[in-house]
């Protein structure tokens, strides 16, 4: 037999059934329990009843299938909503971290200000020129503000450079990493003096120290300052990383790690004023 007879079959079984179960539930419903048919109601009963059950169990997963297709879009919409308030709750984090890292910035500067006896400003870094030869950032202030070519610059950390160039509403600030950079430093312990150079993304060259110079790694540097000079004295530059000697002069050449993280440079002071300059 095909399978459409058989399923042509099985729903006149059904029909039948069901026709059935409505003749003997209106005769036994005239003859009250008592009646002859109410055991051959009793019967079909027990027939009509599990396959209403079968039936209910075939049919119920594939209603609760639709249902669901149904309220799919809106889930989707739920979905969607709650993705957004995610992604801008993290987006106001993200702005949180960042004024909180400029505030944090600023406090510092201003603490550095407080220790020194110079005159200075705040500006904010506008720009980067750093490559692999030429290592520059460009600040918020200019002329207008008293800035000029050759003053110092700062960061909480330490010395960052000198202003190179200047418009009436902006700078350039040449880093002490760039090749052209030179500062008059000093070992801390011993005192000895030195000229540190830049040495691009290689950490800074201090020469001209006398071989019987005692340096030791993680030893501090800092400005040596004199009368006009560009720098004031004893503002931090940076700590040893290495002490090797020239083969033509025999002089120690000391390598510096500067204080100052150059890549997350945000803010900075310029010494606008100060004793010797």
């Known amino acids: 037999m095909s399978i459409g007879g058989r399923t042509r079959s099985t729903r006149g079984l ?53 249902g669901a297709l149904a309220h799919l879009p809106s889930e989707e919409q739920r979905a969607k909503d709650l993705q957004q308030k995610l992604d801008a709750a993290n987006a106001e984090n993200v702005q949180y971290q960042v004024a909180l890292k400029k505030l944090q910035a600023y ?21 980067s020129g750093v490559t692999n030869f030429d290592w520059t950032v460009d600040i918020s202030k200019g002329s207008k503000a008293g800035i000029k070519v050759d003053m110092p610059v700062l960061a909480a950390g330490g010395l960052v450079g000198r202003v190179i160039s200047v418009t009436p509403f902006g700078s350039q600030v040449m880093l002490i990493r760039n090749l052209d950079s030179y500062v008059a430093t000093r070992l801390v312990d011993s005192q000895q003096t030195g000229l540190l150079q830049g040495q691009g993304r290689s950490d800074l060259l201090m020469s001209s120290i006398a071989q019987d110079t005692k340096v030791v790694p993680n030893e501090p540097v800092v400005t040596s300052g004199y009368d006009g000079g560009l720098y004031p004295a004893n503002i931090p530059v940076g700590t040893v990383s290495s002490v090797t000697l020239d083969p033509a002069t025999g002089d120690k050449q000391v390598t510096v790690t500067p204080d100052v993280d150059f890549t997350s440079l945000d803010v900075v002071l310029v010494i606008t004023q100060f004793n010797g300059g």
């Open 14 to 66: 059904v029909i039948l059934l069901v026709v059935a179960s409505l003749v003997i539930i209106t005769v036994d419903y005239r003859e009250g329990s008592s009646g002859p048919l109410s055991k051959i109601s009793d019967g079909l009963h027990s027939v009509v009843i599990p396959m209403q059950t079968a039936v209910s169990k075939v049919f119920h997963p594939i209603a609760a299938f639709f």
């Open 107 to 127: 406090e510092a500067l201003l603490g550095v200000a407080k220790s020194y006896e110079f005159t200075t400003t705040g500006a904010t870094v506008v720009g």
